[in-house]
T-cell receptor, first 117, second 115 residues
Framework: ETGVTQTPRHLVMGMTNKKSLKCEQHLGHNAMYWYKQSAKKPLELMFVYNFKEQTENNSVPSRFSPECPNSSHLFLHLHTLQPEDSALYLC????????????????FGPGTRLLVL | AQKITQTQPGMFVQEKEAVTLDCTYDTSDPSYGLFWYKQPSSGEMIFLIY??????QNATEGRYSLNFQKARKSANLVISASQLGDSAMYFC????????????FGAGTRLFVKA
């Protein structure tokens, strides 16, 4: 496997279900991200993990729960979702410098298309 | 505040011709990076090209080049010799050096390549 992988690629779930999205990066990066892409809306950053520490949570509802057990793996746990949560969920990774302002490229996975019924 | 504007919702280009996708941005940070990504119908966001705010020359990657006009705050993507496989959504994005991990994306331009 190379780059950033995501599973599953497609997911249909009911509002009372609990499911998890998985992301794995094979690039040796130290930061990982969850983005949400809804129809007709720009890409929205949800969570950021840098060196396994969550550094950003952009006002995401608590029904989305991220987990980063190590620098290569990132999960998004889903529970009691709403139909408006249906979207493409993209994972990304980057190699961030430990000190000083830098601008690093983020590399994305193929995404999980989520449909909440 | 960060802002990315892509004014072309859709573009058509004839196969083998060149096409320019527009992007303007707004930032008060002197150090920033500009990115272009391609998103085919499969959904994956594919990194194409990067331009740093202090780079003296326009970035190029194969058939992709970035027309960087700093004073105008524009970062247009030029695709030369278009191919049918270039049909996709294209997103311009920006990240400020002092903005943490946040990358701001534009609304995108859908490119259609005609045979």
């Amino acid at each position: 496997e190379t780059g950033v992988t995501q599973t599953p690629r497609h997911l249909v779930m009911g509002m009372t279900n609990k499911k998890s999205l998985k992301c794995e990066q094979h690039l040796g990066h130290n930061a990982m991200y969850w983005y949400k892409q809804s129809a007709k809306k720009p890409l929205e950053l949800m969570f950021v993990y840098n060196f396994k520490e969550q550094t950003e949570n952009n006002s995401v509802p608590s029904r989305f729960s991220p987990e980063c057990p190590n620098s290569s793996h990132l999960f998004l746990h889903l529970h009691t979702l709403q139909p408006e949560d249906s979207a493409l969920y993209l994972c990304a990774s980057s190699q961030e410098a430990s000190g000083g302002p830098k601008v690093e490229t983020q590399y994305f996975g193929p995404g999980t298309r989520l449909l909440v019924l | 505040a960060q802002k990315i504007t892509q004014t072309q919702p859709g573009m058509f280009v004839q196969e083998k011709e060149a096409v320019t996708l527009d992007c303007t941005y707004d930032t008060s940070d002197p150090s920033y990076g500009l990115f272009w990504y391609k998103q085919p119908s499969s959904g994956e966001m594919i990194f194409l090209i990067y331009q740093g705010s202090y780079d003296q020359q326009n970035a190029t990657e194969g058939r992709y080049s970035l027309n960087f006009q700093k004073a105008r705050k524009s970062a247009n993507l030029v695709i030369s010799a278009s191919q049918l496989g270039d049909s996709a959504m294209y997103f311009c994005a920006m990240r400020e050096a002092t903005g943490g991990f946040k990358t701001i994306f534009g609304a995108g331009t859908r490119l259609f390549v005609k045979a």
